[in-house]
Structures are given as structure tokens and as C-alpha cells.
């Protein structure tokens, strides 16, 4: 069994996810680490120190600690402020790695975390796995650049990685276009989904349970409150279905993000009151698992209007939960969602094509046949098997000399 330090930069696993920088890579790493450890291994989640009290160390469960490293103020930091202290961060794990031993193996999320773990590899001698999550060529492309030294960065640590992590076929491909990664160091590992949690159950429950009217038809959206997330696509097609003469509830659960996240949330709310959809939309606090799920249950369709997806977790919770799945047909979405047998794709940005998928998939489920295809198609991802395959890739980095810039 391996010792794996897993650095986790800009958000901690133990946040909430929905909010701030908080999203489906917090999930990732918190699941991925316990079915990690659950297998036998060491893991040790490094992560900034962003907020007064925290103590060092964190037991997540035997076997997986999170270590909160003093990098920069203790307080969260905006998006352009976070570069300065990657140094900072860095130095303070080669510290650690001196007192408590090198880790056999680093897993790196996120570019930012990657540009530090790129920087003890070679310090330390010991293999990369990298997982971005999300790149910025590939978001440029489809949404709006970031910075043309992230791009920079990125492209150096594909050169340097001994093992880059793709969550599905599609954005392995984007690996190799955007970055011209080589193929022999892209391994597809997927995501997984707590079943124990995301699971189907009894809608006309759920709904009692948040207080939602039997006849309505139920829209959700889960995620942060960003422009980059679509969200503001979501509450227009709740406003289409209204004037189509539906009895629409469109529940919004997250919080905001990014340094517009305040600007979105108030756009919104005032999108709502100008509509006339008070008491027809609902912004709901970011939710944890046990809670999320229910919002899922309830809804007869969850939105993932996403600009750019380089997996879509909610999507993949939603279908566990028997939940059909509108989305953009971008990213791994396209992966998850089949068209015409578990949800739709929707390629244009109008509202008013996403309010006639949204009807079409209301019509076609009316015998649930959308949501037992969703649940069939959510049933092999499992964090367990996600975890086998990690352990895979790294025997493999193990094994072999290591990449080099």
C-alpha cells in the first residue's frame, strides 16, 4: 500500500460544496481519499489554511488526514490573489515531507496545486498524477479566457506529469487537442457517486418533505452562482415553462462564487421579482448529501446548464437518483447524458429550446422510463471503482522512470 500526498491548494475537502471555491473537485478529493483509504492506503490531503481555528490536522477516518498549511493570510482569497502564495505553500510541504517522511506518489488538483506538486516532484523525486478538473484553453474555447500564464503552466506540467487524469473519454481527447498531451501518460479514471445517498426513492415524499406542491413541475439546479455555471440560463427557462402556461418550481441550490458570485446572486433576485416567478423560485443554501438528495428526488428535471464540464457531477448524482437530466452538450455531460434515454443535450443557449427539451422529457418519463434508464446508467460509477483504477495508475507511475520537463 502507498503513502499519497494529495494537494488540494485553493479548497479544502472538508468545505462545503456549492459555494466559494467550493464544487465537485472538493467532492472529488474528499471521496476519492476515504475509498483510498478504505483500500489500504496513507492519504494526506494537503490544502491552504483559510480561516482562523483551523487545526492542523484533520481525521477525516483512518487512513485519510487533511492537513491545513499556512500559506498567505488566514481568510479565503480571491481567484487572482491565490498565485502569490503557491511558493509559500510548497516550501511549507517540503518542510513537512522532511519531518514526516516522502510520500510514494503525489496527486495533484487543480492547476494551481499542480504547479506546487510540479515543483516537489522534482525536489523530491517522486511521481506525478495530476487531475485539473478544469483547463483554461478548454474553458476559453467555450466560455472566456483566465490568463495566458495558467495556459503556460498547464501546458508545462502535461509535459512533466507521469500520469494525467481524465474523468472521461471526452476530455481526454481535450488533453490531447488543447494540449497536445501524450497519450501514453492519459489515463481515463471517472468519477463516482455515493449511492448510499443518491439513490431513487418516493418524489411525492421528497416533495412533502420541502414543502412542494404534488401538481407543479419541479426544476433543479445545483451548483455555484457563477456566470460559467449557466445558472441565469436555468431560471430563464423556468420563466419560459411559466409563460407556456406551466405551473413551474424551479428550486436554485448554491451559493455565490468568484468574484461576480454577489453580482449573479442579485441579478437574479431581481430577474425574479421582474418576471413575476415570486414564490415560483427558491434559492436554497448549498446542501450536504443527505439533504441534496432529496432536492433531487423531488425535481421532475435537473438543469446543468454549464458553459464548460469536464465531467458533471451533479448530473451524475441527479440520474442516480432517478432524475432526468437536461444539459449542455459540452464536456463529459456528453458522456453521462444520452440523449432521448436518460435526459437531453442541448446544444443552443436560448431558453426557449431548453423549455421544449425540458417539456420533451417530462412527456417521454411519464411512464418513468427516463428515470430507470437514469438510474441504470448511474449504477457502475462508484468511488470504490474509481479508487481501484487510481490504485492502477499508481503501481503504474510506480514502476516506471519518471517524466521528466
Known amino acids: 500500500m502507498a503513502r499519497l500526498a494529495v494537494i488540494s491548494y485553493h479548497t479544502s475537502p472538508l468545505a462545503q ?9 472538493n467532492v472529488y478529493v474528499r471521496e476519492m481519499g476515504s475509498a483510498l483509504a478504505r483500500q489500504g492506503h496513507s492519504v494526506d490531503v494537503f490544502t491552504r489554511r483559510d480561516r482562523a481555528g483551523l487545526a492542523p490536522r484533520h481525521v477525516v477516518e483512518p487512513g485519510f488526514v487533511v492537513h491545513h498549511v499556512d ?3 488566514r481568510r479565503p482569497l480571491l481567484r487572482d490573489e491565490l498565485p502569490q502564495y503557491v511558493q509559500t505553500f510548497t516550501e511549507a510541504l517540503s518542510r513537512h515531507f522532511v519531518v ?6 503525489l496527486h495533484a488538483n487543480y492547476w494551481l496545486s499542480a504547479e506546487a506538486a510540479h515543483r516537489l516532484k522534482h525536489e523530491w523525486d517522486v511521481p506525478l498524477m495530476t487531475t485539473f478538473h478544469t483547463l483554461e484553453r478548454v474553458k476559453a474555447a467555450q466560455f472566456e479566457a483566465e490568463s495566458p500564464e495558467r495556459a503556460a503552466i498547464e501546458q508545462q506540467i502535461f509535459a512533466c506529469s507521469d500520469a494525467v487524469l481524465a474523468s472521461c473519454d471526452v476530455e481526454a481527447a481535450q488533453f490531447r487537442e488543447f494540449y497536445d498531451a501524450d497519450p501514453s501518460r492519459i489515463v481515463v479514471v471517472p468519477l463516482g457517486v455515493e449511492h448510499a445517498f443518491f439513490s431513487p426513492g418516493e418524489r411525492t415524499a421528497a416533495r412533502d418533505a420541502l414543502s412542494w406542491a404534488g401538481e407543479t413541475v419541479g426544476l433543479l439546479y445545483v451548483g455555484r452562482l457563477q456566470a460559467l455555471k449557466g445558472v441565469d440560463l436555468a431560471l430563464e427557462t423556468a420563466i419560459k415553462l411559466r409563460d407556456r402556461g406551466r405551473d413551474i418550481t424551479l428550486a436554485i441550490v448554491g451559493g455565490p462564487s468568484g468574484p461576480e458570485g454577489e453580482r449573479t446572486l442579485s441579478g437574479l433576485r431581481q430577474r425574479v421579482t421582474d418576471a413575476g416567478m415570486m414564490g415560483r423560485v427558491q434559492f436554497v443554501a448549498p446542501q450536504n448529501h443527505q439533504l441534496l438528495s432529496s432536492w433531487m428526488r423531488a425535481a421532475d428535471v435537473t438543469l446543468v446548464p454549464s458553459r464548460s464540464e469536464s465531467f458533471g457531477l451533479v448530473a451524475l ?6 432524475t432526468p437530466v437536461v444539459a449542455s452538450a459540452v464536456g463529459g455531460l456528453l458522456t ?7 435526459g437531453a443535450l442541448v446544444e443552443s443557449r436560448d431558453p426557449e429550446a431548453w423549455a421544449s427539451a425540458v417539456e420533451r422529457v417530462i412527456r417521454a418519463n411519464d411512464d418513468s422510463s427516463f428515470s430507470n434508464a437514469a438510474v441504470i446508467s448511474a449504477r457502475p460509477y462508484t468511488w470504490r471503482a474509481s479508487a481501484e483504477r487510481l490504485t492502477k495508475v499508481l503501481e503504474r507511475v510506480s514502476a516506471h522512470s519518471l517524466a521528466r520537463c
Open 71 to 73: 500559506a498567505g493570510p
Open 100 to 105: 514526516e517522511g516522502v510520500p510514494d506518489a
Open 336 to 342: 453521462l447524458i444520452k440523449d432521448g434515454q436518460n
Open 17 to 25: 460544496p456549492g459555494t466559494g471555491d467550493g464544487g465537485g473537485m
Open 317 to 322: 448524482e441527479s440520474a442516480a437518483c432517478g
